[in-house]
């Protein structure tokens, strides 16, 4: 897929400024989140539509503090790819799962056995890490851009 990487930053950049609830963000800015968890996918994985999901899983929350992972997949439809929207999309429900609030077996059952369960599960352990009120990064967009071109151009399943 051919990404337009200053249309996703600019979308990015509709978070700043934007109040998250402190009680699970203690870095209370969805934009300064976001920064957090792209730079902790890009550390560990290669997987473009991976780290894509990372970097935009919030950013619904620019229109919708509810629901905002569906708003993600409306402002993000077209940008990017099934799988990425799919791992927005689904964000959410990984921690019901895990934390046992996902009742209906049905349920449980297409959410792992979905292909990209366990990148689900990576994209959940970066959103729960990406939680520092005092992380030392700052927002280089051209650095940043010029990292996700380097990775689209490579193999989109790499290894983690």
Known sequence: MNYDFDKLLNILETLKGIEIREDYHP???AF???LQIVYNAMRESKDIE??????MHDVGKAISKHDHEKVAVEILQGLLTDKSLWLIENHM????????KM???????????NEWFSDLV???RWDKMSRKADFPGCYDREKIK???EEMSKGETNANK
């Open 27 to 29: 870095e209370k800015d």
């Open 32 to 34: 300064f989140h976001s």
């Open 146 to 148: 010029a990292k996700l």
């Open 122 to 124: 990576f994209l959940a």
């Open 93 to 100: 429900r990984v921690w019901y799962f895990v934390e046992g």
């Open 50 to 55: 991976l780290i894509l999901a990372a970097m």
């Open 103 to 113: 009742i209906r077996l049905q349920k449980i059952n297409d959410l792992v056995s």
